[in-house]
């Protein structure tokens, strides 16, 4: 995606590499993706919408994140 913005190609880089990291947990946020409100309106930065997700997927997050912590 070409921008006049440069944040605008950062939010969807830092968006993929989110997915990424995400996947090699095998975690999946459904509605992970660029806040296009966000992205059209006038903040500072534009930002990353990590949507709604399942119990199940909310468990998987949250054990991936004490385990980080915990290194």
């Known amino acids: 995606m070409l921008s006049h913005f440069p944040h605008d190609q950062d939010v969807h880089d830092c968006t993929e590499a ?3 990291a ?3 947990h ?4 459904p509605s992970l993706g660029v806040d296009l409100p966000g992205l059209a309106g006038s903040y500072a930065l534009p930002l990353v919408a990590l949507g709604s997700c399942n ?3 909310a468990r998987r997050l ?10």
């Open 18 to 20: 989110l997915r990424t």
């Open 22 to 24: 995400l996947r090699a």
């Open 26 to 29: 095998d975690i999946t946020l």
């Open 55 to 57: 119990t199940e997927t």
């Open 62 to 71: 949250t054990d991936a994140l004490h385990r980080a912590a915990a290194r």
